[in-house]
């Protein structure tokens, strides 16, 4: 029997209905033509992208993230950017909540820990976003003038499939966060 294909993972956020319905009529108004609009299904926050990896890693990435401690907490995306290296449009937070940075610390930890690199070309300074558009060409952004944003109560193993327009997302566990106040 041959080797099994890798499999291309990461952690992410996912918008509840409303905040991607919202993020996917902003892309809508802010991209230009020519650009490729990221359905409202696949809008995320990635968390770490991890790449490759046989799928019996798969388990042991899910073993890790269920040993994440995070609290749930509400996500406010209020600041607009464009990377114009990859022609992405993306809305981000001026500030990281608290709450986002200890997961991402509390998760690269079990990753590093584990022996898995995260692969991050944000850059040394991380940078969390929801890439609402790729392939556009923009010469400026207006301010968004209403934050759009949701509660974050859980994050979730994605396996990207690759096709030739676009990737689809397919979700192979879910991590709850803990309300904060609960025991
Ligand atoms: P992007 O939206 O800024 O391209 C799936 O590819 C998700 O992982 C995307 O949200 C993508 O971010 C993110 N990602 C981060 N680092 C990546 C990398 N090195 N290669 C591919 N995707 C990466």
């Known amino acids: 029997m041959g080797?099994?294909?890798p499999r291309r993972v990461f952690f992410a956020l996912w918008p509840g209905d409303e905040a991607a319905a919202h993020l996917a009529a902003l892309a809508h108004n802010l991209a230009g033509r020519g650009s490729r609009l990221i359905p409202a299904e696949s809008l995320h926050m990635t968390l770490a992208f991890i790449g490759a990896v046989t799928s019996a890693r798969i388990g042991q990435l899910e073993s890790l993230a269920a040993e994440v401690s995070g609290e749930a907490f509400d996500l406010r995306l209020d600041r607009l950017g464009f990377w114009p290296q990859r022609g992405i449009v993306w809305a981000g937070c001026r500030q990281s909540p608290e709450p986002l940075k200890c997961l991402f610390k509390s998760l690269a930890d079990g990753l590093s820990g584990a022996?898995?690199?995260?692969?991050?070309?944000?850059?040394?300074?991380?940078?969390?976003?929801?890439?609402?558009?790729?392939?556009?060409?923009?010469r400026s952004l207006p301010r968004l003038g209403t934050p759009i944003g949701w509660h974050v109560s859980e994050f979730a193993l994605i396996e990207s499939h690759l096709h030739p327009t676009a990737a689809r997302y397919e979700t192979l566990a879910v991590f709850p966060l803990q309300d904060a106040g609960a025991e």
């Open 3 to 5: 080797d099994l294909p």
């Open 115 to 138: 022996g898995f690199a995260i692969d991050d070309r944000t850059g040394p300074v991380r940078v969390p976003h929801v890439s609402l558009a790729r392939h556009a060409r923009c």
